[in-house]
């Protein structure tokens, strides 16, 4: 079965680079999702990388997936405040039914 | 384009009692979720419709849970009675079709509290 694995917490300083890591299990992923959700709000879609992909950038995003070792991550370039938030990795296994699995989420504190 | 629509956004009840959760998916948008979340933990499917067919709902807990597409464009999640561990948020969410559509968007949440 699908696994999505997240470490809990990270703290940076303002105007550093942040990067968040995802382990995942299905090999057969074939989108692998970033989304972003502050207190009391749903989630917000980052990014998204298709599993053919191994690098994406979106201004400040960059997105790197390791399909050898089924690993992403996703760098924040500047890091602000604004920023600070929880991330959510999701990943959705090829063919069946187009069911995202997402990890516990990692809470990132930006601080001055 | 409007986003995901969901009501109401607070519901506080005691347990054994009954509570709806309505979510207007974005228009044209053939495949609908379900999703909970638990404080600290990530969101956990209940349900997948594509159009008003259920493709999924292995997890949902169907001796209380219930939840419909009638018409295959709203929803509506029902829970019926509540336990104090249904204390969560509700997430909604849509996405176009399997061929053209990979984005999944989600709505703000339904935040309930079971006292």
């Known amino acids: 079965g699908e696994d999505v694995e997240q470490s809990l917490f990270l703290s940076v300083r303002e105007g550093d680079s942040s990067v968040i890591n995802c382990t995942y299990t299905d090999s057969s992923s074939t989108y692998l999702y970033w989304y972003k959700q502050e207190p009391g709000a749903g989630l917000q879609l980052l990014t998204y990388?298709?599993?053919?992909?191994d690098m994406k950038q979106d201004q400040r995003l960059t997105v790197l997936l390791n399909k050898k070792d089924k690993h992403l991550s996703l760098r924040i370039a500047d890091t602000q405040t604004g920023d600070s938030a929880i991330y959510f990795c999701a990943e959705i296994p090829s063919g069946g039914s187009y069911i995202p699995t997402f990890g516990r989420g990692t809470s990132l504190i930006v601080h001055p | 384009e409007a986003g995901v629509a969901q009501s109401p956004r607070y519901k506080i009840i005691e347990k054994r009692q009954s509570v709806a959760f309505w979510c207007n998916p974005i228009s044209g948008h053939a495949t609908l979720y379900w999703y909970q979340q638990i404080l600290g933990q990530g969101p956990k499917l209940l349900i997948q419709?594509?159009?008003?067919?259920?493709?999924?709902d292995s997890q949902l807990p169907k001796d209380r849970f219930s939840a419909e597409r009638l018409k295959g464009v709203d929803s509506t999640l029902k829970i019926q009675p509540a336990k104090l561990e249904d204390s969560a948020v509700y997430l909604c969410a849509s996405r176009q079709d399997r061929i053209s559509g990979n984005t999944i968007y989600f709505g703000e949440g339904s935040w309930l509290t079971v006292v």
């Open positions: 419709f594509q159009n008003n067919g259920v493709v999924d």
């Open positions: 990388i298709f599993s053919n992909m």
